[in-house]
Structures are given as structure tokens and as C-alpha cells.
């Protein structure tokens, strides 16, 4: 497509992190400066997102920094969910459950280590049409052979009994890496889908190992799993779309370890997101799905049709990514910050 500017129809990020205090001031913005009108809000906060009323009461927080953006609420899986629970979120608006393996990614200390324990919550979530998210992966185990690069992949029998078990029960594969994981979820029925991110169809393990900026969990992989990636969403398939995981943290969190602190896991691409994701689909080739994948996709496997009113353009140029972006004390440091995008939003 050679056009000079593209129209959107309504673009929805389903996986995105909008942290607490200070910082979530300066971060919730960046939704919509990016090109999107809805956030599909992770719990992971310190301490993560138990109930109803505490989901209710972020979502407030959100509301209060940026009214213009739509926030979807989720729950943070853990023992003190219960079915009644479920029920009481699902009258709420509260739209799903995220499941965090013990210890795998940012706050994910009080992650789940067995899922037959949560079937009883999963039957409720089903009758109530609830979304379960997954973050693919199990810990870290030398006697199993399990680390970051094969950790996906050795997750994926467990998505399979999952939707054996609850066959309409919808549920969502998050920030998939691999071709493992692409197969899995075309294999599989219709309840089961698949997010994306931009980062992982722009990296591989050699862009990550020794730059921190780069680092995130599921790491990214070979060159044929992101050719994977990149492939289903040219195919244009249905069940996979955007879900950034645009994961921030401090600068100062990112850019320093010790030998006993690693660096944070998380890319950040909120402000930048419709732009970038508009030249990565463009540089191999899939700029025609861009619509599919940031909204229609996305946005029929949720059921929540876009309304009228909320398009976005793009204009092709060529715009360099800030070094920063900053507020008061906090402040964030972007993907591919000081690189150049082929796109820019000219109206939202």
C-alpha cells in the first residue's frame, strides 16, 4: 500500500499496563496519544487487583487522569478469587481474569502454580462469559530443562486441557513468541485467541541479550518464530490482534542491574503504538491488516463493536521517537527511542 495516509476504525489495545501513583498519571495519557480509545487494563499492581471493588476503584483512578479513553477491568487470579466473586465482578463490568504463572514476570510473586485448583472459578467465568488471560509460560526448572526460551512452548499443554476442559470458555493467549504457540492456537476452537505485540515482530534474542531497553518476559525468540508472528497476522487470521504488553518501568529500573538485581522486564510502547504498529506491519508487507489487527479482530472476540466516531489517521512521514517522556519525577524511556517511524497520528 503506498497511500500517504490510512484511517483506523477505532483501535483497542487489549494487554496494557497502566501501573499506580504518580507514575500511572504520567502513563495513562499515553493511551490516547498513541492512537487508541481502549485499554484493557492488567492487574498486576503491588498490592494486584483481588475484587470488584478494587478493579472498580482503578478504573476510577484511570477515569480521573484520562475520561476520554474506555477501561476494561481485570482480576488478578489468585486463592482469594472465588466463583460468587466471578459472578459479583461479571454484574460490575469486570471483563476478566489474568493468570500470572508464580514468579515469571513483574509482580507475579503470588502467581498460580497449579490451574485444577481454579476450575471452579473457570466454570463460573464461563457461565458468565468472562475472558481468561493467559501468560503462557511456566517457571524457570533446571530438572525439567525449562528456561525463558523454551518456557512458552512447555505451557502449551496446559492451554490445550484448559480449553478441553471449558470448551466455551474464552480465552486469550497473551504476547505469544513462538511458532509453537501460533500452531497451538490455530489449532484450537473458536473461544481461544491470541495477542501479539509489537515488540515481538520487531526483536529477536540477539536484540535483547546485553540490551536492557529490549528486555522483556516471554522473551523474544528465533528469527523463524518471529517470522511466525509476522506471518498469521499477513494471513489475516481472525483470532490473533493486538495486545501491546507496553510494560513500564523507570529508566533508572531498566538500565542498571547488579549481581543480585536483574533489570525490569517490560518494553514500553504506549505513545508510539498505532505509528509503530503501522511500519513493522508495513515492513513485512501486512499494512492492509492493520485495521484487523489493532481493532476489528480484537475487538469482535471481546464484543465490543466500535462505535462510530472514533477513527484514527495516520499520515506517512518520517518522525523521530523521543528519548523520554517525563512528569514531575517520574519518567519513561520508549521502544526504539531515538529511531525514526514511517507513520504519524494527525487526528483522534
Known amino acids: 500500500m503506498s497511500a500517504s495516509t490510512l484511517t483506523i476504525a477505532a483501535p483497542a489495545d487489549f494487554h496494557v499496563h497502566l501501573r499506580q501513583g504518580t507514575f500511572s498519571e504520567l502513563l495513562t495519557k499515553h493511551v490516547k496519544l498513541g492512537g487508541f480509545g481502549l485499554a484493557y487494563v492488567m492487574p498486576n499492581l503491588q498490592p494486584p487487583i483481588l475484587n470488584t471493588e478494587e478493579a ?13 479513553v474506555e477501561y476494561m ?3 488478578y487470579l489468585s486463592p482469594e478469587l472465588t466463583p460468587d466473586e ?39 467465568m464461563q457461565e458468565e462469559d468472562m475472558v481468561l488471560n493467559l501468560h503462557g509460560e511456566v517457571p524457570s526448572c533446571s530438572e525439567t530443562n525449562t528456561c525463558v526460551l523454551n518456557a ?7 492451554l490445550r486441557k484448559l480449553h478441553a ?5 474464552r480465552i486469550v493467549l497473551e504476547h505469544a513468541t513462538t511458532r509453537a504457540a501460533v500452531e497451538c492456537v490455530k489449532s484450537l476452537g473458536d473461544t481461544v485467541a491470541c495477542t501479539i505485540t509489537p515488540h515481538h515482530l520487531a526483536l529477536i534474542v540477539d536484540d535483547w541479550a546485553g540490551q536492557a531497553f529490549n528486555f522483556c518476559k516471554p522473551v ?3 528469527p523463524d518464530d518471529r517470522q511466525a508472528l509476522r506471518d498469521v497476522i499477513k494471513e489475516g487470521h481472525p483470532r490473533f490482534f493486538l495486545g501491546s504488553d507496553s510494560a513500564p518501568h523507570p529508566p533508572n529500573k531498566k538500565s542498571t542491574a547488579t549481581p543480585s538485581q536483574a533489570c525490569a522486564a517490560g518494553v514500553y510502547t504506549s505513545p508510539i503504538l498505532l505509528p509503530l504498529v503501522a511500519h513493522l506491519l508495513e515492513s513485512f508487507g501486512a499494512l492492509d491488516k492493520l485495521e484487523a489487527f489493532v481493532s476489528t479482530n480484537g475487538r469482535a472476540f471481546y464484543k465490543k463493536p466500535a462505535r462510530p466516531g472514533l477513527e484514527v489517521t495516520l499520515r506517512r512521514t ?8 517525563a512528569q514531575g519525577q517520574d519518567s519513561v524511556v520508549p521502544f526504539w527511542a531515538g529511531k525514526e517511524l514511517d507513520w504519524e497520528i494527525i487526528s483522534a
Open 318 to 325: 518520517k518522525k523521530k521517537i523521543d528519548e523520554v517522556w
Open 73 to 75: 477491568m481485570t482480576l
Open 56 to 68: 472498580l476503584l482503578y478504573k476510577s483512578q484511570l477515569q480521573a487522569i484520562d475520561p476520554t
Open 165 to 169: 476442559t471449558f470448551p466455551k470458555l
Open 220 to 222: 523474544a525468540k528465533y
Open 86 to 124: 466471578i459472578r459479583k465482578a461479571s454484574a460490575a463490568g469486570i471483563a476478566g481474569v489474568k493468570s500470572y504463572p508464580r514468579g515469571v514476570t513483574t509482580n507475579s510473586e503470588g502467581g498460580i502454580e497449579s490451574y485444577e485448583a481454579y476450575y471452579p472459578v473457570f466454570a463460573a
Open 152 to 158: 512458552e512452548p512447555t505451557f502449551l499443554p496446559h
